[in-house]
């Protein structure tokens, strides 16, 4: 009891510590963010854009997909360019070549390199120099950006709208004609493309670095790595492996874990089903369905990478674009994840105390309904946005709102957050029993009921940002909810769950499971809550936002270097007794999420996480290698694992069929691991090679990734998506299936 309150109290010290410090660098982003001046200005004072321009650009440019068509500051998708690093390139060769015939009387490539050097420094002198006033909230602007933004307006509004010379283009980045339907919005998202771009060169005041500290690299406007960049680095791989000792120590003092005598029979043989327990199997129905569904979005997003207007020839385009396709994929994935983690969740609350709360049975079926209303209702909105159907405030509320991953309308993250609560709700009723009577599970079930609590009330974070907030602010809480959320107090609550599993089936001693719960949280938290950080490093944020985020997500893969422990316990327990063979596949998933917890979150997790690593590598596709690894090979492979534990406990009489969960543990894995290696690692690597010779704009430009290696690149992705495409249709047929058997309830 005692290294439990031990535990306990580190516990608190962590979480309140941790908080303090990100609310405190949250405030100093708000005050330190790039400005929206009231207007940008010619050196005679002429209105060029104005800040309602430049926020209602910011609108126009999230309903047409926002993240979901390209990145802004290296967030975003990966098949058109990050369009702050297109503009700085296409600006800074546009000044080059002016200032180059206005002296010498020929292109900037035709110039000797000391020729070269002095009209780079006399673009740096131009475009790095912050002319922001205080007083009057004006930046002032030359003549020769003036005439850059006249030139790339035209370059734009023709990608964007209709001109017959960019359909090769926009093939190449998929990017249907019209996507903007009249020329005051292209105006206004001109607007918004050139002060997001302003902010990633202007030196911040008193400083000689950006607001987005240099990122894009692009020798070209002086954005090179700075010594912050190497320092923080060297800092984060040094407490890694310092760290990583010091866990491995704590391991092998602590000893093994206490063993148990096997149990003789299944104890949840024992266990009274009550009828919400029985109402479960219906959102692993909807698991399932939206698991195909993304898929197959998914299948399609990955196609546009080599066909950028259609789907085998179909114009799929004209009706089902890019960016619809690529949000629902991102935001499905998100969606049934939480299902089956919430479906387990409402599984276990009542199985602890053995009986249903009053109208137990009917929160689990509305909850049940208002999740369908949520997907479908968010899924249309985003057509709508992006389609162009919806006014900038219409499409705030219902439609589009260009963040990824948190994609989906106003007025649908509200109804979530009410379904969440409810959901807690649903958890802590039949739960509040148990905990009066004081039992050895007390201290497990309080963690999972802070898990819960965290689950429904941080999700609120994606409240934060109203309709024009600054990008900078909105970034910061948009990564409350993608970390903190997802990556975050889930992962709390599924490794409270999985304990409480194992303490169920007799496997684990409950003071045992606790401590490791505890213990597990602390470490995962202490490296987690500021490890947020490592995704604001170039977000217009201070430069300490970069050290603590360094120091702290090298933490977060810590835990990870005894991943390998944790797969041999788990598969040790598969092995334990007769009985548990009914539990193989739930247990074998398990292990599944332990070997990508390792591989994604992990390996591919820390080639991203370094500054210097980051800087040239954000927004590449080694950014999507880590998001499919670890999203659908940890969390994924989780929810799926969850999903079958609930349904060998539902149907415990029911025999599997070994040769079909065989398939689809094999070919879900072997699928994914196949799609990282043979597609998105290649991609990423010879990305982050052109980005470091090159720049930014060019590891993203059309010129580069669509050469034939490349291509060929991006179609080997076709064998793994193939293969993990068919286990995923076998785990729907296998729910469905096993749960209209005839002689179930």
Known sequence: MRREKK??????????????????????????????????????????????????????????????????WGHGAYVAPDWT?????????????????????????????????????????????????????TITISQNRIEAIAYLSTYYEGLFMNDPKFDQLRNDYAIPKMSIKDKERMHKMNAFFFWATWATVTNRPDANISYTHNWPSDQLVGNVATKDLLVWSGVSIILLILCTGLLIFYHVKSGTDEHLETPAVDPLLKQGMTPSMYQIKKYFWVVSLLIILQVIFGVITAHYGVEGNGFYGIPLDKFLPYAVTRTWHTQLAIFWIATAWLATGLYIAPAVSGKDPKFQVFGVNFLFFALLIIVLGSMAGQWFGVMQKLNLVDNFWFGHQGYEYVDLGRFWQCFLLVGLFLWLALMIRP????????????????????????????????????????????????????HLWVEGFFEVFATVVIAFLFVRLGLLKTKTATINVIFSTIIFMSGGILGTFHHLYFSGTPTAVMAFGATFSALEIVPLVLIGYEAYHNYSLSKATTWIVDYKWPIYFMIAVAFWNFLGAGIFGFIINPPIALYYIQGLNTTALHAHTALFGVYGMLGIGLMLFVLRSLYRHEIWNEKLMKFIFWSTNIGLLTMALLSLLPVGVLQAIASIENGMWYARSAEFMQQPTMVTLKWLRAIGDALFGFGILALCYFVFELTFRKNKK
Not at 445 to 462: K, P, Q, R, V
């Open 7 to 72: 535990l306990w109290i580190a516990f608190a010290l962590v979480m309140s510590i941790s908080f303090a410090v990100l609310g405190y660098y949250g405030y100093e982003i708000y005050q330190k963010a790039p400005p929206i001046p009231l207007k940008i200005v010619s050196t005679d004072n002429k209105t060029i854009f104005t800040a309602q321009e430049i926020k209602d650009g910011q609108n126009i440019w999230q309903s047409m997909g926002g993240q979901e068509t390209g990145s802004i």
């Open 85 to 137: 690093a297109d503009w700085l390139h296409r600006e800074a060769i546009f000044i080059l070549n002016k200032l180059s015939q206005d002296e010498f009387q020929k292109n900037f490539a035709d110039l000797s390199d000391e020729q070269q050097a002095m009209m780079k420094i006399r673009l740096q002198n131009d475009v790095r120099k912050n002319t922001f006033n205080e007083e009057n909230k």
């Open 431 to 482: 739960l509040i029993p148990v905990l009066k009577k004081g039992t050895e599970e007390r201290n497990l079930i309080i963690m999972f009921l802070i898990s819960c609590a965290a689950i429904a009330s941080f999700y609120g974070a994606g409240l934060m940002w109203g309709r024009q907030t600054n990008l900078a602010i909105s970034e910061y809480w948009r990564w409350w909810v993608v």
